[in-house]
T-cell receptor, first 115, second 114 residues
Framework: DGGITQSPKYLFRKEGQNVTLSCEQN?????MYWYRQDPGQGLRLIYY???????QKGDIAEGYSVSREKKESFPLTVTSAQKNPTAFYLC??????????????FGPGTRLTVL | SQQGEEDPQALSIQEGENATMNCSYK?????LQWYRQNSGRGLVHLIL?????REKHSGRLRVTLDTSKKSSSLLITASRAADTASYFC??????????????FGQGTILTVHP
């Protein structure tokens, strides 16, 4: 099956801990994105990567970090510096962040709760 | 970055009726996309309309784009209970500086009663 997978589906974190959310795609897409969604809200962009070994901050990057060592993988680390990390996290990908923005394909999401 | 403003925030209709959702924005865009999200799930792309297009159809969906008014609408005809979901507009290439990025609106929650 082609698509984007995210794991885990649910994640619980204690105060002061770092946690890493996994995102993998086998669509051969160049660009990958991380969004945060709070209840009843739209999506806000955390980080994005348009090519391997390169990534840019989105609108709400503080307290988060990413890496893009492989084309198919774009893990997100929620650090202890993120003051309010409880949210639904969505990963997406598309063919290329080129001139004509294309459809983004989304994973099923990870719900992070801070205890 | 700019965001699409959607209205209504919530819409409740009976099966068989049409549902119309609107999205307005402030700066220039390359394209505008509509996505659907079932509760607790990822988003699914519905339709993309480019800035040089005025109307697009896909099955029971009709999207219009008026760049002079900076607004778009999504019409779902003959709605079904399975259409119950949140619908988001997303701005592509907003302001000419954000190719590859999408900016999402707050969404419209659609409830279709059987």
């Amino acid at each position: 099956d082609g698509g984007i997978t995210q794991s885990p589906k649910y994640l619980f974190r204690k105060e002061g801990q770092n946690v890493t959310l996994s995102c993998e795609q086998n669509l051969n897409h160049d660009a990958m994105y991380w969004y945060r969604q709070d209840p009843g809200q739209g999506l806000r962009l955390i980080y994005y990567s348009q090519i391997v070994n390169d990534f840019q901050k989105g609108d709400i990057a503080e307290g988060y970090s990413v890496s893009r060592e492989k084309k198919e993988s774009f893990p997100l680390t929620v650090t202890s510096a993120q003051k309010n990390p409880t949210a639904f996290y969505l990963c997406a990908s598309n063919v290329a962040g080129g001139f004509a923005t294309d459809t983004q394909y989304f994973g099923p999401g990870t719900r992070l709760t801070v205890l | 970055s700019q965001q699409g403003e959607e209205d209504p925030q919530a819409l409740s209709i009976q099966e068989g009726e049409n549902a119309t959702m609107n999205c307005s924005y402030k700066t220039s865009i390359n394209n505008l996309q509509w996505y659907r999200q079932n509760s607790g799930r990822g988003l699914v792309h519905l339709i993309l309309i480019r800035s040089n297009e005025r109307e697009k159809h896909s099955g029971r969906l009709r999207v219009t784009l008026d760049t002079s008014k900076k607004s778009s609408s999504l019409l779902i005809t003959a709605s079904r209970a399975a259409d119950t979901a949140s619908y988001f507009c997303a701005l592509g290439g907003a302001g000419g500086t954000s190719y590859g990025k999408l900016t999402f609106g707050q969404g419209t929650i659609l409830t279709v009663h059987p």
